[in-house]
C-alpha cells in the first residue's frame, strides 16, 4: 500500500517589515533563481506581484499601476501557471462599478523577476473581443509537448478555462484556448 505524506508551514506575513492585507486569491512561481513569486490582489483589488528584490528582501511590485489599470479596475480572480522551462503565463479578469468584467491574457513571461518590474503598459497582452461577462473563476493548464511519461521541456499549448455569466442569462462556463 502506497504512503502519501504532506508537509505544510503557516505564513503568517510574506511581506516582512509591512503588513499585507491580501484579498484571498494568491497563486505562487518560481523566478529563475528558484525564489517565490507572489501574484495576488491585496484588499482594494490592486493586482500585486511579491518576489526577492535585488537587495535580498521581498518587494511588493504594484502591477495594476504599472499596467496603466485605474483605481477603479479590481481584481475579481486571477490565474497563473508555469511551464516546465519556467515560462509564467498570467490571467486576470478586471471589473468596475457598472461595467462588465475585462479579462486580460498577458503574453508569456520569463521568470525574471527583473523584466516584471520593466513592464509598463498593455502592450504585453493579447488583445481581442471583450463580452458582456461577470467573469467568476479561471483555470489555466499547460499540455506538455510529448508524452507525459518523456516529460519535455516544450509546451505544446495552454488551456484556460472561464467561469463566466453573461448578463440576463444563466450560468455557463466557457473555454478558450491560448496559442502561442
Same mark, same amino acid.
Given at each position: 500500500m502506497a504512503k502519501i505524506s504532506a508537509q505544510c508551514e503557516y505564513m503568517t506575513n510574506a511581506f516582512p517589515a509591512a503588513p499585507l492585507k491580501l484579498k484571498g486569491e494568491f497563486a505562487v512561481a518560481e523566478d529563475h533563481n528558484g525564489e517565490h513569486m507572489i501574484f495576488t490582489s491585496d484588499e482594494r483589488g490592486v493586482l500585486c506581484l511579491i518576489?526577492?528584490?535585488k537587495q535580498g528582501h521581498n518587494e511588493l511590485i504594484d502591477l495594476s499601476r504599472k499596467f496603466g489599470?485605474?483605481?477603479e479596475q479590481t481584481v475579481r480572480t486571477l490565474a497563473v501557471s508555469q511551464n516546465l522551462d519556467g515560462t509564467i503565463h498570467l @490571467?486576470? +479578469?478586471l471589473q468596475e462599478n457598472g461595467k462588465a468584467d475585462q479579462l486580460f491574457v498577458l503574453r508569456p513571461m520569463a521568470p525574471?523577476?527583473?523584466d516584471?518590474?520593466?513592464?509598463h503598459g498593455r502592450d504585453a497582452f493579447y488583445s481581442g473581443p471583450q463580452w458582456d461577462i461577470t467573469i467568476r473563476e479561471i483555470l489555466l493548464v499547460s499540455f506538455p509537448g510529448k508524452s507525459s511519461a518523456q516529460r519535455s521541456n516544450k509546451v505544446r499549448g495552454q488551456a484556460m478555462t @472561464?467561469? +463566466?455569466?453573461k448578463k440576463h442569462t444563466p450560468r455557463s462556463?466557457?473555454?478558450?484556448?491560448?496559442e502561442h
Open positions: 518576489a526577492k528584490g489599470f485605474s483605481k @490571467v486576470f +479578469a525574471s523577476v527583473d516584471w518590474i520593466a513592464l @472561464v467561469r +463566466a455569466r462556463t466557457w473555454c478558450f484556448n491560448i
